[in-house]
């Protein structure tokens, strides 16, 4: 039985089975456990009088193991696994071994885990919708992609056009052989885009009921519905930073650091953070820097540094832009402010807004 004290917690979380290792103030083991990873047996685990420091790693589900557990009083670090090298690259890998490192790390310094934020029920309900909505983009690409590629080894090219017109455009063009294969799948298209559709309109509405803040972030030309409410959602709380600089970072569109003496080789960003929003933020830098993008700082900035030349200017440019349209939108949801997209004409009177 373990006493009224605190105790640290390292759990393994697996889909059926998690490992259990309990550590005391002195660092000895008390106890290594499995038990189910079920509400039910989580529950009667961490109903104690005491309480511990929990640590777990970031996964499938640890959002809502972490809200139950916290709900029982006790304190929940969830850890960045990719930052656990002492884990993923340990040769004697194992479940028992990854829960005794957990609380290790949880007792001697909690920031050695990395901590993660997990976003509350409701939040993640909503960002579900859209990513279920990229997920039937991704699925009707695969398909458009594969009927191409069939029409071609037959000698024929399906006309260019949206993937929204596809099933509508191609069915004539259709080489005959092909039509019983690919007929049912232009049907799926057709329903898989009216389904897209209505996932368009809950997001729009989700936006002017229940998130008015995205209406200040659209202002920003290139930046629509679906970026500002996910942009919203996977940040949640504008307040976890400090400045809104730090954004970039936490979105992993900074380059990596390798610094050792006089040697500083530039390397690749480091692809941290939402991987989705990301791609959103790069999309909508895209656009600015595309021929219809609107005349604004950003754009500006980022055809300057184009213009620089080398393999990769143009790279550079996109992230470049997407990281200060991140740093951006977190500078309008806080102050609030309109949006001035060209700040040298902005008359003296009123407040230059910062996007550095």
């Not at 979380?13 to 490992?19: A, M, N, P, V, Y």
């Not at 949880?106 to 901590?115: I, K």
């Not at 898989?192 to 996932?199: D, G, L, P, Q, S």
């Not at 936490?250 to 692809?271: C, E, H, W, Y």
Request: with cysteine.
């Amino acid at each position: 039985m373990i006493k009224d004290s605190i105790v640290f917690v390292g759990l393994d979380l697996g889909d059926r089975w998690s490992q259990l290792q309990v550590l005391d103030q002195e660092g000895e083991v008390v106890e290594e456990s499995r038990l189910p990873t079920r509400e039910s047996a989580l529950r009667r685990k961490f109903t104690t009088t005491g309480r511990w420091r929990v640590a777990m790693e970031v996964g499938t589900h640890s959002p809502w193991v972490s809200r139950l557990v916290k709900e029982l009083g006790h304190e929940v670090i969830v850890a960045d696994a990719r930052k656990l090298r002492l884990i993923y690259r340990n040769p004697r890998k194992n479940d028992r071994i990854d829960a005794e490192y957990l609380a290790r790390l949880a007792r001697l310094d909690p920031q050695l885990l990395s901590p993660v934020h997990h976003r509350s029920p409701e939040t993640q309900a909503d960002l579900a919708l859209i990513r279920s909505r990229d997920a039937l983009v991704r699925v009707r690409t695969m398909l458009i992609n594969h009927m191409r590629g069939m029409a071609k080894s037959f000698g024929k090219r399906l006309p260019a056009c949206s993937a929204d017109s596809f099933h509508h455009k191609v069915r004539e063009a259709m080489p005959q052989p092909l039509q019983p294969a690919l007929e049912p799948l232009l049907d799926t298209l057709g329903e898989m885009t009216e389904r897209i559709r209505a996932y368009d309109r809950q997001i729009e509405d989700l936006c002017q009921s229940r998130y008015p803040e995205t209406k200040g972030l659209r202002q920003v030309g290139g930046v629509g519905a679906l970026t500002s409410l996910a942009y919203i959602l996977s940040l949640e709380d504008p307040a976890r930073f400090r400045k809104s600089r730090e954004v970039g970072p936490f979105l992993g569109m900074v380059p990596r650091q390798n610094q050792s003496g006089g040697a500083d080789p530039q390397l690749r960003i480091t692809k941290t953070g939402d991987v989705y929003l990301r791609r959103l933020l790069v999309s909508s830098a895209q656009y600015i820097l595309g021929p219809f993008g609107p005349d604004c700082d950003l754009r500006r900035w980022g055809l300057s540094l184009a213009e620089r030349g080398g393999m990769n200017a143009k790279k550079r440019a996109v992230v470049g832009v997407a990281r200060k349209l991140a740093v951006l939108l977190h500078r309008l949801w806080v102050t609030g402010e309109d949006y001035q997209p060209l700040r040298q004409i902005t008359p003296a009177a009123q407040p230059a807004l910062t996007v550095n």
